[in-house]
């Protein structure tokens, strides 16, 4: 089965500060990955996803991920950190074609980002 | 161009209770997902509909169901509330059967 794991419940950075938000995934197959944030009381808001093609992803908001296929990892980054950042990171896999297609999203358990001054 | 909308947002009902919940995708998105999230057991993925047809479907009892409309509108079911149904509720809705999804803001429902 898809899977992907956050391993960090929750991280602290100083404002200005780079930040990283962990995940890594476990797939049959080609990975499909995406990032999502919710801020309270809201939806999720896409900030970008893997499908092929270049390892450094560029997304919403400043928000860039880098994929390592020898890692399975899928980290979150973001060069330099606002206090309107604060927000719960969710890392999610696609189901592929092999495992029954579909546009099922299998999610993370979540890292609570928190940006101090 | 319009976001994602489900109504009602808060919702409170009582054990035993049913309950109905509605979204509207994007326009022109043609699939829809729901998914459950509660602190938990996190995001849990409930059903999926594409052009009316329930394509893939969670790990959840029958009391849950769900259709979707030619218009691309759905609904999701909940009979027989049971408290531990008290989550917050996500639609997704995405242009084809493969395409990034995006969500509305939620159904929170309570049951007592």
């Known amino acids: 089965a898809q899977s992907v794991a956050q391993p960090e419940d929750q991280v602290n950075v100083a404002e200005g500060n780079p930040l990283t938000v962990k995940c890594t995934y476990s797939v049959s197959g080609n990975p499909y990955l995406f990032w999502y944030v919710q801020y309270p009381n809201r939806g999720l808001q896409f900030l970008l996803k893997?499908?092929?093609?270049?390892?450094l992803v560029k997304g919403s908001y400043g928000f860039e991920a880098e994929f390592n296929k020898s890692q399975t990892s899928f980290h979150l980054k973001k060069p330099s950190a606002l206090v309107s950042d604060s927000a719960l990171y969710f890392c999610?896999?696609?189901?592929?074609?092999?495992?029954?297609?579909?546009?099922?999203?299998?999610f993370g358990t979540g890292t609570q980002l928190k940006v101090e001054l | 161009k319009a976001g994602v909308t489900q109504t009602p947002r808060y919702l409170i009902k009582t054990r035993g209770q049913q309950v109905t919940l509605s979204c509207s995708p994007i326009?022109?998105?043609?699939?829809v997902s729901w998914y459950q999230q509660t602190p938990g057991q996190g995001l849990q993925f409930l059903f999926e509909y594409f052009s009316e047809t329930q394509r893939n479907k969670g790990n959840f009892p029958g009391r849950f169901s769900g259709r979707q409309f030619s218009n691309s509108r759905s609904e999701m079911n909940v009979s027989t509330l049971e408290l531990g149904d008290s989550a917050l509720y996500l639609c997704?809705?995405?242009?084809?059967?493969?395409?990034?999804?995006?969500f509305g803001p939620g159904t929170r429902l309570t049951v007592l």
């Open positions: 893997y499908i092929t093609g270049d390892n």
């Open positions: 326009s022109g998105h043609r699939s």
């Open positions: 997704a809705s995405s242009l084809g059967g493969r395409d990034t999804q995006y």
């Open positions: 999610a896999v696609r189901d592929g074609i092999l495992t029954g297609g579909g546009n099922k999203l299998t």
